[in-house]
């Protein structure tokens, strides 16, 4: 669901005092074992395609706990994107405690175990 204009977000950082902002371009809907569930979505490496910051209930335990990112295509005509959680990886901050990486927002702190995807890097468990 793309917003009327892109809404600057401002989402922490893995070092405590540093923000991001990001200009979110929309919402990403999807039903998840019948749950309905919501991704803020932010520009993606690529122009025109998208990336969403999230944790879920695997972070910390399974799962490397600050958060993973999903990068998406770009959507198509209608708008959708294809969402592959089996692509979640970690961030930079999963392996060095130097780097900055953003934070999810909170709406982007699933409330499901989301299995797929990079783990805990094994040097960190």
């Given amino acids: 669901m793309p917003f009327g204009e892109p809404r600057p977000t401002t989402v922490g ?7 991001h902002v ?14 309905p569930l919501s991704l803020t979505a ?3 490496h690529d122009p025109g395609s998208l990336i969403v910051l999230f944790t879920d209930s695997t972070s910390g335990v399974t799962t490397y706990a600050a958060n993973r990112v999903l990068e998406l295509g770009t959507p198509g005509p209608d708008g959708q994107v294809v ?3 089996n692509r979640a990886t970690n961030l930079p901050r999963a392996y060095t405690d130097l780097a900055t990486c953003p934070l999810p927002p909170p709406e982007n702190r699933l409330p499901v175990a989301i299995e797929a995807g990079e ?6 468990s």
């Fill in 13 to 19: 950082a893995a070092v405590d005092g540093l923000q």
């Fill in 22 to 35: 990001y200009d979110a371009p929309g919402r990403i809907e999807f039903e998840l074992d019948g749950q």
């Fill in 42 to 44: 932010f520009p993606g």
């Fill in 83 to 85: 969402l592959d959680f």
């Fill in 119 to 124: 783990k805990i890097p094994a040097e960190r």
